[in-house]
């Protein structure tokens, strides 16, 4: 079965632009959670979907912004990126609901603000 | 307080020693607690779960859970130079009905030969 996969993996914008990044969970998975991850703040919750809802939300700002389709691919956006927007963007899917769900995380994409 | 504590390392270690990692938590309601690795560079993957009280082996990897003192560790029996990474401790908490996952800053292991 194939994993979850991000696109793209790499991205360089500039301050200001928006961007927008892809995932494609497992299949058979309908939920899928998105994660900042940085060198000085770690994995940071962004927010999860499930069934083309959002259930969580973690503490970021609203220009951070996701959304899911009928076919469980997610997409998440930012607007007027910042040079501490730059990071490592995870998405992970998962099966299970209830306390034993158990993430499965996509390659990830490296997105450089200059 | 953090809700997920780790101590960031290194945890230094010879070749065939054990490393011991470990994780304390904040949310007494936590049900399930993960172990992932993640090498430089890569995305986490995940080496362990366990939800009940007591110890979960797989393989080398061996997982503790003591909800009561709100601790999870991690052993790696007969380390490996390829066992040196970033391991993170992975707690469920709650939310709005919900489950999310709240990670540890991680541990830095680095196994010598």
Known sequence: ?114 | QKEVEQNSGPLSVPEGAIASLNCTYSDRGSQSFFWYRQYSGKSPELIMSIYSNGDKEDGRFTAQLNKASQYVSLLIRDSQPSDSATYLCAVSQLSGGYNKLIFGAGTRLAVHP
């Open chain 1, 1 to 114: 079965k194939a994993g979850v996969t991000q696109t793209p993996r790499y991205l360089i914008k500039t301050r200001g632009q928006q961007v927008t990044l892809s995932c494609s969970p497992i299949s058979g998975h309908r939920s899928v959670s998105w994660y900042q991850q940085t060198p000085g703040q770690g994995l940071q919750f962004l927010f999860e979907y499930f069934s083309e809802t959002q259930r969580n939300k973690g503490n970021f700002p609203g220009r951070f912004s996701g959304r899911q389709f009928s076919n469980s691919r997610s997409e998440m956006n930012v607007s007027t990126l910042e040079l501490g927007d730059s990071a490592l963007y995870l998405c992970a899917s998962s099966l299970v609901e209830g306390p034993q769900e158990t993430q499965y995380f996509g390659p990830g994409t490296r997105l450089l603000v200059l």
